[in-house]
């Protein structure tokens, strides 16, 4: 999301929108997270992690997808969509802007128990900020090489994909297979 972060009124200014227009469109995100936690948060609780986990991942996938039909895809000879397009990307984005946090953190604690919830989640988000910087030096190294955003989010777009279908594929380690999650004394 560090790509969105750094980029996105750039972006919105690229696409000939004004900075206020950004910054207002860069709130919406904001808005629809903390609906977007709270629900995929619930949902994960009822009926599943790895479920919803994956979705998040894919709806923000494809809400990038969104966002890049809204400008066009030239070399697809796709026009550009405008801006109900583009709010709708930005919608989809912000749903699942925020949502993957709860949820990693309980599917975390789900799979290898809360005795080393605190090492694997601190390892976890002490490697995020390294991803975070990268995300931000690409977007910017893209655009400056390309002239727009368009590869960055293609990137982006993939990764996403490929996230939630890791998180649907991959199987819980067999030395955990039933056992409760517990902590440990």
Request: net charge positive; with cysteine.
């Amino acid at each position: 999301m560090s790509f969105v972060n750094a980029h996105f009124v750039s972006y919105f200014q690229d696409l000939g929108y004004r900075p206020m227009v950004a910054a207002a469109c860069f709130s919406l995100i904001g808005i629809w997270a903390i609906i977007g936690t709270v629900l995929f948060g619930h949902l994960s609780d009822k009926f599943g992690r790895r479920k919803f986990l994956s979705a998040s991942y894919h709806l923000r996938g494809f809400g990038f997808f969104i966002v890049l039909l809204s400008m066009g895809i030239p070399l697809l000879n796709i026009p550009s969509l405008g801006l109900a397009a583009l709010l709708a990307g930005v919608i989809l984005v912000g749903i699942s802007w925020n949502a993957v946090v709860g949820i990693t953190a309980a599917y975390t604690s789900d799979r290898f128990g809360v005795g080393h919830m605190g090492t694997i989640y601190g390892t976890m988000f002490a490697v995020m900020p390294l991803g975070s910087g990268l995300g931000a030096f690409l977007g910017g190294y893209f655009y400056d090489e390309y002239g727009s955003y368009q590869m960055a989010i293609v990137i982006n777009l993939g990764l996403l994909v490929a996230a939630g279908l890791l998180v649907l594929v991959r199987e819980q380690p067999p030395m955990l297979r039933g056992t409760p999650a517990v902590a440990s004394s």
